[in-house]
């Protein structure tokens, strides 16, 4: 047997919430993403989950602002990195319909990305079909809530924005 081909992913259900509004905004477009997890895909999905552990944990600390986004920056990174090398090609466009360049290892072309595409981006990784995701919860809000929104600038959550600010 050959090596394995990337599998074609319609992206049409991957949904991002912008002032309280639910779009799609790759509806028609779609993402080749190679299948199976290497040890090094495993332990970074391992970190991010970790993070939102240790996000709790510092909540309510002296330096709790700067550990938090040390927290998040960490596990955000590690996820691009590992998206960006099982992510073949794609045709997906950006908030205005201009096109993305294909990540090709390069994690700062999914930096640029909402929360939710890039959490819809990890469960296709991990596997699970549009009816599994559409079913699935949505992430824990302990790390998005933390995470300023493109779009405003604003957090998510006005508990984390008061808790950093204190």
């Known amino acids: 047997m050959s090596k394995p081909l990337?599998?074609?992913?319609?992206s049409d259900d991957c949904a991002?919430?912008?002032d309280g509004a639910e779009y799609h905004p790759h509806e028609g477009e779609w993402?080749?993403?190679?299948?199976?997890?290497s040890l090094g895909e495993i332990k970074?999905?391992?970190?991010?989950?970790?993070?939102s552990v240790e996000y709790q944990a510092a909540?309510?600390?002296p330096n709790e602002t700067e550990r938090i986004l040390g927290i998040i920056?960490?596990?955000?990174?590690a996820i691009c990195a590992m998206l960006a090398n099982k992510i073949v090609a794609w045709n997906w466009t950006d908030l205005r319909g201009q096109p993305l360049p294909p990540p090709d290892g390069k994690p700062e072309v999914l930096e640029r990305l909402n929360v939710e595409e890039l959490m819809w981006l990890l469960a296709v990784a991990e596997g699970q079909s549009p009816s599994q995701r559409k079913n699935a919860l949505p992430p824990s809000p302990t790390i998005s809530s933390?995470?300023?929104s493109?779009?405003?600038?604003?957090?998510?959550?006005?508990t984390a924005r008061s808790r950093m600010k204190a």
């Open 6 to 10: 990337p599998r074609r992913i319609p």
């Open 16 to 18: 991002v919430s912008i």
């Open 31 to 37: 993402v080749e993403m190679m299948t199976g997890m």
């Open 44 to 51: 970074a999905l391992e970190r991010f989950r970790k993070a």
């Open 59 to 61: 909540q309510g600390e």
């Open 73 to 77: 920056d960490g596990a955000f990174t």
């Open 146 to 148: 933390a995470i300023e």
């Open 150 to 158: 493109p779009a405003t600038g604003a957090s998510k959550s006005t």
